[in-house]
């Protein structure tokens, strides 16, 4: 059996993770990453603040059950501080926005964090897997380890975790990718764990109160300014107080009337506008993508596949091949919501075969 580095969220799906792995057999060593204290300078209110500290998936209160997950199973327990490395997430976050792209943040901490700085601390205390809850799965076969689907189509993950490169992948553990969401919790139950019932998190976890725009002004003061908000036949519409406030495929909270219902379809952060329109312009038939990771040997021609543009998107029929810049994906019909800064993600049936960060869509 091996050491194990588990990545404790204090939510149910890692702790059932790690009480898997112990009944396996496996030494278990909790970790919980420290990123610094959610909530702080977002609100001068102070109830406020405890509420937002309570809501993200990285509080105060999370480390605490982690801890206290750990102390039920007898494990060894860490809490390491990744607040300077989370900044660099938060940075990218406001950056992306500042440009007029639409980040994914939870994908770039899984990269970056998860399966970056955790697998290097993992080799300082010997440990030969690092672990998480995440509802997917690695398959390690004869040929190589393989990324597929988690068994819960609702809750699957894979699409967040295709920046796992193929030596990553060979020392990555998901030991409840297999199991339904009520299949976890009757076993935290089974195994008499403390958080058993504890809701999902649903936020970003630097913006728990759900107010992003905070984020950006608070770290790029004066970036967010009153501009024009265009019609598709470039005629001035309304107002707008800043474009990093809207996001591609956005309909409510736009303060314009009109006589159907529009949509985001483009932002300009240079002249600073934002274009709204028809939800049929929304509509994309040809992905281009760059920053591309992928998991099978890469193909000479196009190959089939299906693809995936948003986190909450389903996958759909499509042909992927490598480019310059990286990948182009061309989807068999239209397909909703693609946005330069979000990820697409190839599949092969189940298995993710590569991804990459959308650049261009048309």
């Not at 009944?23 to 509420?51: A, Y």
């Not at 997917?136 to 380890?145: D, E, F, I, K, R």
């Not at 908000?229 to 409510?252: A, L, P, S």
Request: proline content about 4%; charged content about 25%.
């Amino acid at each position: 059996m091996a050491k194990v580095l588990m990545a404790m969220s204090g939510g149910v799906d890692s702790s059932v993770a790690a009480a898997l792995l112990q009944q396996d057999g496996h030494e278990v060593v909790g970790c919980f990453m420290r990123l610094g204290t959610v909530g702080d300078d977002l609100s001068s209110n102070k109830e406020q603040q405890l509420e937002i500290k309570h809501k993200g998936c990285c509080s105060i209160n999370d480390a605490h059950d982690a801890r206290h997950v750990c102390a039920k199973l007898g494990a060894t327990f860490y809490a390491l501080d990744f607040k300077d490395d989370f900044g660099r997430i938060i940075d990218y976050f406001v950056d992306e926005y500042n440009a007029g792209r639409t980040p994914n943040p939870c994908v770039r901490c899984n990269d970056w964090l998860k399966f970056g700085r955790l697998h290097q601390y993992a080799k300082t205390i010997g440990a030969e897997f690092v672990a998480s809850g995440h509802h997917a799965q690695v398959l390690h076969t004869p040929s190589g380890s393989e990324l597929h689907r988690g068994a819960d189509d609702a809750k699957d993950q894979s699409y967040v975790l295709f920046g796992a490169t193929r030596d990553r992948l060979a020392e990555m553990l998901l030991p409840i990718g297999h199991l339904q969401k009520d299949e976890v919790r009757d076993l935290a139950k089974k195994f008499d764990l403390p958080v058993a019932n504890k809701p999902d998190s649903q936020d970003i976890c630097f913006v728990p109160d759900d107010n992003y725009a905070n984020i950006i002004a608070k770290r790029t003061p004066g970036t967010m300014q009153e501009g024009e908000v265009f019609d598709t036949d470039g005629k001035v519409v309304g107002k707008h107080k800043g474009h990093q406030k809207y996001t591609i495929g956005q309909r409510r909270g736009l303060g314009i009337a009109m006589s159907k219902p529009v949509y985001v379809v483009a932002k300009d952060p240079v002249l600073n506008t934002v274009t709204i329109g028809g939800e049929e312009q929304l509509n994309c038939n040809v992905v281009q993508a760059k920053d591309t990771n992928w998991l099978i040997e890469q193909p000479d021609d196009w190959i089939s596949c299906t693809a995936q543009i948003r986190y909450n998107s389903k996958d759909a029929p499509a042909k992927v091949r490598v480019t310059e810049m990286g990948i182009e994906v061309v989807f068999d019909s239209p397909q909703r919501g693609g946005a330069p800064g979000q990820a697409v993600v190839c599949y092969e049936g189940n298995k993710v075969i590569c991804g990459g960060w959308i650049e261009k869509v048309s």
